[in-house]
């Protein structure tokens, strides 16, 4: 059985004129190209090349291998355009991974927009913290915001988008006093596994921690009064129920980032 590899490498030489010029073509060294050929006239039980002291020229088996050789080579061609459409054909399963505050709170109409744009593709939003792995294929592309890119894994194809910022959160309608007369403790209501940012903590506070499992019971706890929390602004901006605390700053809360592994990105 001929190896299309082998003739490649023949079309190469024939082409080039010579062992060098195939070896510079084809970005492999001189010995290859000299194994290669000599494997395909060992199976082919023929000489294809007379070499001369101005290169290779074609022996009469040759010129006979060399058109059949190009049919390979258009027949091969054909094939990879055709599966390359259909690779290429906005349709099958896509999985996008990203937290969940991104997925409710800002992606969405994106994420909807995209459904109606393309009906054949079945979306599966993984809406998780954690950092599915694309490696494995568990998804296709991951979004995540991060404040350095360093600490993304090497093999993943990053494509970076915009600079996102948050800031500290209270509800609207916060009562200033209990109906005993003292003020209400101002305290920090804060995700469990995520804690207090530093640029937050100037923030003084007189009550202890709130703490809660998830960004939706965060938020709810801050529409009711219960305190203060750090947010992102596309999710503290958009909700009518909440105010920005006066005197506080917006800090950085982190960059998005689109991610894929390996040949995925081109499809």
Request: proline share 6%; glycine share 8%.
């Amino acid at each position: 059985m001929i190896d299309w590899d082998d003739v490649r490498y023949f079309l190469a030489v024939a082409r080039g004129g010579s062992v060098r010029a195939a070896a510079a073509h084809l970005g492999v060294n001189h010995s290859t190209v000299l194994r290669r050929i000599a494997q395909l006239e060992e199976r082919l039980g023929a000489q294809m090349f007379e070499k001369l002291p101005s290169g290779y020229r074609l022996t009469a088996a040759g010129e006979e291998v060399l058109e059949l050789a190009n049919q390979m080579e258009a027949s091969s061609h054909q094939l990879e355009t055709r599966v390359f459409g259909r690779d290429q054909s906005v349709r099958g399963l896509l999985r996008v991974t990203l937290a969940p505050p991104l997925a409710a709170h800002l992606l969405m109409p994106d994420f909807a927009d995209f459904a109606r744009l393309h009906p054949d593709i079945e979306m599966e939003i993984l809406s998780s913290g954690e950092l599915a792995n694309l490696t494995n294929r568990e998804a296709d592309v991951a979004i995540r915001v991060v404040y350095d890119r360093k600490t993304l894994p090497l093999n993943l194809h990053g494509l970076k988008g915009p600079e996102l910022f948050g800031g500290v959160y209270m509800s609207r309608d916060r009562p200033t006093a209990r109906s005993a007369g003292a003020p209400d403790p101002i305290r920090w209501i804060v995700i469990s596994s995520h804690g207090i940012p530093d640029w937050a903590r100037e923030v003084r506070t007189t009550g202890v921690p709130f703490r809660t499992t998830d960004g939706e019971a965060q938020i709810a706890a801050v529409r009711q009064g219960v305190g203060m929390t750090t947010l992102p602004c596309f999710v503290g901006d958009a909700d009518p129920l909440l105010v920005r605390v006066p005197g506080t700053d917006l800090h950085m809360y982190g960059t998005v980032w689109l991610l894929t592994q390996g040949e995925t990105r081109k499809t």
